[in-house]
């Protein structure tokens, strides 16, 4: 009998245990029912309230917010921004961008990454950066929110790469024929230097935008197909140049001077900023300054304009050259004009402009060549145009110039006394029919001070007759600053001419006086500079 019960006990055992692994199967069966099979991002199930304290607008600044943490993301919210099913909906969103990236790539995110959404009144634009993800609810709306998901993923800056991406991995269509028409087009192949602006909605036409992103797309498929997705962030000339070939394009393409490669971005809404070797960049877009080419422009043109001017020195002014650090890092700030008392700027290593990007050149000028003098002085202003007028003047400076004898001054209303500037401009020069790659700038520079000074035009039109002291609304006793910018640069262009750039530059950039530089009073050098403009 007492056998008996210890088998019936050894199969009661046996029974619980097999039922226990049955009800355990169900509980998994029942917990994996939101998700389906090889799909790693789960859904956050529970939040924790906080404070945030990571952003730097009162807006954000000690928001409480909402923050649910799985294995590989977390997923933070407004509290009481979003009702329970807007919450729900976009957790599910969430979730599923992620999974579709890991079912394209078979890649997991480098680190954790958070997300953070919030309503549109309570979102200003602000930048996704490393592993965080920052976008409203708008965002979540329209699926631009994929695009930011794909930028934290893989940790790229690069629009152009991180565009490409989002439309392969949500399988996004394009039209193979409008690419090949469009890059069987020379001009277009410049599109490849991959500038990330030319891939960023907000700075460009709606064609070109769509177009840029077709291109994206196209060449980062063809990258992953050709060499792998580890390879995106070493799109090189060779891989463009194939890709080229087998879009049909009967052009190639050849990388120039400027390492696009290690450009560094961040965008919001309406403004970006750029990090390069030498550089940084802070740009909001404003009236005068609104495009991607635009943008390009300011970049490369700076970066030609440095490396020109540093060769120039080098060769020229060796002593100035060698005593002073060229390669400083350069901060530039284009923005909005909040009131009529703020300038163009540049001081430790730091620019800011206001208005058109062409005064950029004037202050990085400032930027090389320091004053001791106070703010508003020839000496200072004089050299800074020099440099950025007649040494290194970049296109967009000599055309506008240019324009004073080519066109009469038809387009701009400082420019509209243009006929007595050409006059001496033909006069210096001795010849009167001239394109704008002909202009000689210091010719040109010379014809404008002349006419200033003789006061027969010009007499209203800032900045061509204000005098350096009015323009800075002080009253100065500082040597020459009765001139006008532009009278200041012919005097110092003069000045060149009679005396070695290393001199010239130890008057512009210390407190000594003309006589304690080149023996000479400012006033007898004013004259003399008078009498050569009456050449």
């Given at each position: 009998m007492k056998q008996v019960f210890v088998q019936i006990s050894k199969k009661i055992k046996v029974q619980n245990m097999i039922l226990t692994l049955?009800?355990?199967?169900?509980?998994?069966?029942?917990?994996?029912?939101?998700?389906?099979?090889?799909?790693?991002?789960?859904?956050?199930?529970?939040?924790?309230?906080?404070?945030?304290?990571?952003?730097?607008?009162?807006?954000?600044?000690?928001?409480?917010?909402?923050?649910?943490?799985?294995?590989?993301?977390?997923?933070?919210?407004?509290?009481?921004?979003?009702?329970?099913?807007?919450?729900?909906?976009?957790?599910?969103?969430?979730?599923?961008?992620?999974?579709?990236?890991?079912?394209?790539?078979?890649?997991?995110?480098?680190?954790?990454?958070?997300?953070?959404?919030?309503?549109?009144?309570?979102?200003?634009?602000?930048?996704?950066?490393?592993?965080?993800?920052?976008?409203?609810?708008?965002?979540?709306?329209?699926?631009?929110?994929?695009?930011?998901?794909?930028?934290?993923?893989?940790?790229?800056?690069?629009?152009?790469?991180?565009?490409?991406?989002?439309?392969?991995?949500?399988?996004?269509?394009?039209?193979?024929?409008?690419?090949?028409?469009?890059?069987?087009?020379?001009?277009?192949?410049?599109?490849?230097h991959l500038f990330g602006p030319r891939f960023m909605k907000d700075w460009n036409e709606k064609e070109d935008y769509e177009m840029a992103e077709m291109t994206a797309i196209s060449l980062i498929k063809f990258t992953i197909q050709e060499k792998g997705i580890e390879k995106l962030t070493d799109i090189d000339e060779t891989v463009k140049n194939a890709w080229l070939k087998e879009i049909g394009s009967p052009f190639t393409y050849r990388e120039n001077d400027i390492k696009y490669n290690n450009f560094q971005y961040a965008q919001s809404e309406n403004h970006v900023k750029i990090f390069t070797d030498d550089a940084r960049y802070n740009i909001d877009k404003t009236e005068f300054f609104n495009t991607a080419k635009q943008i390009e422009n300011l970049v490369v043109n700076q970066i030609k304009w440095k490396k020109e001017l540093k060769e120039y020195l080098q060769l020229h002014a060796p002593k100035y050259y060698n005593s002073h650090d060229l390669d400083m890092t350069i901060s530039y700030i284009l923005k909005k004009r909040n009131s009529s008392e703020e300038r163009n700027n540049a001081n430790n290593n730091i620019i800011t402009v206001l208005n058109i990007d062409d005064t950029v050149f004037h202050e990085l000028g400032h930027i090389f060549f320091p004053s001791p003098l106070q703010f508003g002085n020839m000496k200072s202003d004089g050299i800074a145009d020099y440099a950025s007028?007649?040494?290194?003047?970049?296109?967009?400076?000599?055309?506008?110039?240019?324009?004073?004898?080519?066109?009469?001054?038809?387009?701009?209303?400082?420019?509209?006394?243009?006929?007595?500037?050409?006059?001496?401009?033909?006069?210096?020069?001795?010849?009167?029919?001239?394109?704008?790659?002909?202009?000689?700038?210091?010719?040109?520079?010379?014809?404008?001070?002349?006419?200033?000074?003789?006061?027969?035009?010009?007499?209203?039109?800032?900045?061509?007759?204000?005098?350096?002291?009015?323009?800075?609304?002080?009253?100065?006793?500082?040597?020459?600053?009765?001139?006008?910018?532009?009278?200041?640069?012919?005097?110092?262009?003069?000045?060149?001419?009679?005396?070695?750039?290393?001199?010239?530059?130890?008057?512009?950039?210390?407190?000594?006086?003309?006589?304690?530089?080149f023996q000479k009073g400012y006033e007898e050098l004013k004259h003399e500079w008078l009498d050569y403009l009456e050449r």
């Open positions: 049955v009800i355990t199967g169900l509980s998994f069966s029942f917990i994996g029912c939101n998700k389906k099979s090889g799909e790693p991002f789960d859904i956050p199930t529970s939040f924790q309230e906080q404070k945030s304290q990571f952003y730097d607008s009162d807006i954000q600044d000690n928001m409480i917010i909402m923050v649910g943490e799985t294995k590989h993301y977390s997923l933070t919210f407004a509290k009481d921004g979003f009702s329970n099913d807007e919450i729900e909906s976009i957790k599910v969103k969430i979730a599923g961008s992620l999974n579709q990236i890991y079912k394209k790539t078979k890649e997991f995110p480098k680190d954790n990454i958070d997300v953070y959404v919030f309503p549109d009144s309570k979102f200003q634009g602000f930048n996704s950066n490393e592993n965080k993800v920052f976008c409203s609810a708008s965002d979540i709306e329209s699926g631009d929110y994929r695009y930011q998901l794909v930028q934290s993923y893989f940790g790229v800056s690069n629009p152009c790469i991180s565009l490409g991406l989002t439309g392969y991995i949500n399988d996004k269509e394009y039209d193979r024929d409008i690419l090949k028409t469009y890059f069987s087009k020379e001009e277009n192949i410049e599109l490849l007028l007649i040494l290194c003047p970049n296109d967009r400076r000599r055309e506008w110039y240019s324009n004073i004898i080519l066109e009469d001054g038809k387009h701009d209303e400082y420019l509209q006394y243009g006929e007595s500037v050409k006059l001496y401009y033909e006069g210096y020069c001795k010849k009167d029919n001239y394109s704008n790659s002909e202009i000689n700038m210091e010719y040109l520079i010379d014809a404008i001070a002349i006419a200033t000074l003789k006061k027969e035009y010009f007499s209203e039109l800032y900045p061509f007759s204000k005098s350096i002291n009015d323009v800075y609304k002080i009253e100065s006793d500082i040597e020459g600053n009765e001139l006008t910018y532009i009278q200041s640069c012919s005097f110092i262009s003069y000045l060149c001419k009679g005396y070695s750039f290393d001199t010239v530059l130890s008057y512009c950039t210390t407190s000594n006086t003309c006589e304690e530089v």
